[in-house]
């Protein structure tokens, strides 16, 4: 393996949400060198639980990478209880968010170094090292980005976490904002990565909750317009449907297409080129007509080999 001293032209950078991501980027480690890798993950979803900063796209990706995902609920970690939660419910302390005995170490890890004066970014670094992890991990800033939600037809406001978790998504969205977002500041190495790398991949994640944010921040936004040319997007819609989560009400909420050509769209000021399922080659002219090239794949990672054929796919789409 090339360890530390990966070549400049050989850096990959990947902007990811959670699970769908994840599931990418373990198919990504699988064809390249974990040390060639920066994933910039979304914070829009993280949220504070008992005193507790939860950051679930981060954590999402590290239980994955380091195989210790729940297979069963696609969240949180394998092997896992809650006691806690139990404990909790004897005084009536609100358990929607359910947050395992295993998956607390983390939390109180994050909270206790955060209130120590760490950055996020230097905890996420520490928390991904403990998990043995090579692939550099980064949040998208270290500032507080909130993902919020509203509600068709009351107008009220949610985080995301109780729009989509205590809510199950199920009120109909009127529109998404990033709170902050605006004033954020890309973490450390985010811009250097974005800026260096030779191919920016932008991970099959949710469009409007987890790639948007990202986006949201000015100066990643800037900088992936400027590398357009060098970006690359893997549609998490197939056939008309997202393949788990939210994804397809939110879009259709929004007014955007609910397919491929949905996702060219909403990408296309910064993504010159789209990774579309082979299920979908019949919409391929309609991405290209937006100017976003479309490259077509097996893309639903039903097994890792599948995940690294479209991984190393990804990685020679552009041009
Ligand atoms: P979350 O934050 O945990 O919801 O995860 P992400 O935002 O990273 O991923 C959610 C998106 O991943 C959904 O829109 C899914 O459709 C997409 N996704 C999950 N698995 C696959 C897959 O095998 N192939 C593709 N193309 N998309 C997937
Ligand atoms: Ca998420």
């Given at each position: 393996m090339r360890a530390t001293n990966a070549n400049v032209a050989d850096m990959l950078a990947a902007l990811a949400g959670g699970v769908g991501a994840a599931r990418f980027l373990s198919g990504l480690l699988d064809v390249v060198p974990a040390t060639e890798v920066t994933a910039i993950v979304n914070t829009g979803d993280d949220d504070k639980f008992h005193g507790l900063w939860v950051c679930p796209d981060l954590d999402s990706v590290t239980y994955h990478l380091s195989g210790n995902h729940n297979h069963e609920t696609g969240w949180g970690l394998a092997d896992e209880t809650f006691r806690v939660m139990e404990g909790l419910d004897r005084f009536g302390s609100?358990?929607?968010?359910r947050l395992g005995d295993r998956d607390l170490a983390t939390h109180l890890y994050r909270t206790e170094r955060l209130n120590a004066g760490a950055t996020l970014s230097e905890v996420t670094s520490e928390i991904a090292k403990a998990w043995g992890l090579e692939i550099n991990l980064i949040p998208m800033t270290n500032d507080r980005v909130a993902t919020r939600i509203t509600i068709a037809d009351n107008h009220e406001e949610q985080s995301l976490q109780e729009w989509f978790v205590k809510n199950q998504s199920t009120p109909v969205v009127e529109s998404v904002r990033f709170e902050n977002a605006e004033m954020a500041q890309a973490a450390p190495g985010v811009i250097e990565a974005l800026s260096q790398a030779e191919t920016i991949i932008i991970c099959p994640?949710?469009?409007?909750?987890?790639i948007s944010p990202i986006l949201a921040v000015p100066k990643i936004r800037e900088v992936l317009i400027d590398r357009r040319d060098h970006v690359v997007g893997v549609s998490p819609i197939i056939a008309g449907r997202?393949?788990?989560?939210?994804a397809d009400r939110l879009m259709d909420a929004l007014g955007i297409e609910v397919s491929c050509v949905g996702v060219a769209a909403t990408y296309q000021d910064f993504c010159g080129t789209l990774v579309i399922d082979s299920r979908d080659a019949d919409l391929a002219g309609r991405v290209n007509s937006l100017g976003v090239r479309a490259v077509i794949s097996d893309?639903?990672?039903?097994?890792s080999r599948i995940a690294a054929a479209l991984a190393r796919e990804t990685v020679a789409a552009r041009t």
């Open positions: 609100p358990t929607w968010f994640s949710n469009p409007i909750i987890s997202t393949v788990r989560g939210p893309t639903m990672m039903s097994n």
